[in-house]
């Protein structure tokens, strides 16, 4: 059985900073490639960020490219997403993943994993 959980949301000004960490049970981290998408009420989940098994390879989406930075801890089985200069446009719940592709991808249907979310508010 493996399940995802993240913690780490909450409500921030914009410009403030988060960090949501995914903690993995019932899988070793180390052999999965993993990621963060986010969702709106009424959109289709969006993928933000991917990293190797190994954190050598990191593919982030354009919207958040240069902001945020997706890490991990194979020793905690831990993956992280640190959010700075958040905007109102970044609110969305966020949801940790899990592929066992052997390469980075943003294609949500290639994760086989996933977590239960947690929600981001970004305030103006």
């Known amino acids: 059985q493996v399940s995802l959980v993240e913690s780490g949301g909450g409500l921030v000004q914009a410009g403030g900073s988060l960090r949501l960490s995914c903690a993995v049970f019932?899988?070793?981290?180390?052999?999965?490639?993993m990621g963060w998408f986010r969702q709106t009420p009424g959109k289709v989940r969006e993928f933000v960020a991917a990293v190797s098994g190994s954190g050598g390879i990191t593919h982030y989406s354009d919207p958040v490219k240069a902001r945020f930075t997706i890490s991990r801890d194979n020793a905690k089985n831990t993956v992280y997403l640190q959010m700075n200069s958040l905007k109102p446009e970044d609110t969305a719940v966020y949801y940790c993943a899990a592929s066992t592709m052997s390469a980075v991808t943003a294609a949500a249907r290639l994760y086989n994993y996933w977590g239960q979310g947690t929600q981001v508010t970004v305030s103006s």
């Open positions: 019932g899988r070793t981290l180390s052999n999965s490639v």
